[in-house]
């Protein structure tokens, strides 16, 4: 019987990440639904990264540095669930984003349910959400693939449409 091998290899990021997430970030391609538009700079990328290291450091977990099995010294994404403020309300948030040269693999639905199993049976979080541009089909596609349900719009954008909110609950195992 064969048995699947992971395409995708996660780790904490590490602070030589940099220049790759400046790299990802700051790419237009990869920002078409960002309102807030591609990384200007690689002292802002240095501060998201600080940001990234800071709460691994202090929560234990956060999003992940993401390459290919066969490639892993090579990041093509950066993602998974990090703690995340919408307005003024605290989440645990799933996002992602990925180098153009990784899209359309289904990566981004495969680092999906790997970041929902860590977060529910790893770190026994109760819930996840998703927050995406409502004009992002794609990746409306993948939180609809990995099982999390519409809960509700975050007008986050001012002069803008709302955010859609995803949610998922923690499965239960009810033996009774």
Same mark, same amino acid.
């Given at each position: 019987m064969a ?71 090579? /990041?093509?994404?950066?993602? !998974?669930? @990090? $703690? ?5 309300? &605290? =989440? ?44 992002h089909a ?15 719009? /975050?007008?986050?954008?001012? !002069?803008? @449409? $709302? ?5 998922? &609950? =923690? ?6």
């Open positions: 048995t699947a091998v992971a395409r995708l290899v996660y780790r904490q990021p590490q602070p030589s990440d940099v220049q790759r997430l400046f790299a990802i970030f700051g790419d237009p391609q990869t920002n078409q639904f960002n309102p807030a538009g591609p990384m200007a700079s690689l002292e802002v990328a240095q501060r998201l990264l600080n940001h990234w290291l800071q709460q691994w450091a202090t929560e234990g977990y956060g999003w992940w540095a993401i390459a290919r099995s066969e490639a892993p010294d090579h /990041l093509i994404g950066f993602g !998974g669930v @990090a $703690p995340l403020d919408y307005l003024t309300d &605290r =989440r645990i948030n799933l996002g992602y984003r990925f180098a153009v040269e990784a899209w359309g693999q289904g990566y981004a639905t495969e680092l999906g349910r790997d970041a929902l199993a860590w977060a529910f049976e790893t770190l026994g979080l109760p819930e996840v959400f998703g927050l995406v541009r409502p004009d794609a990746s409306i596609r993948v939180l609809e693939k990995i099982g999390m349900q519409p809960y509700g719009l /975050l007008d986050d954008v001012p !002069g803008k @449409a $709302p955010s859609r909110v995803f949610h998922i &609950r =923690r499965p239960t195992t009810d033996f009774a």
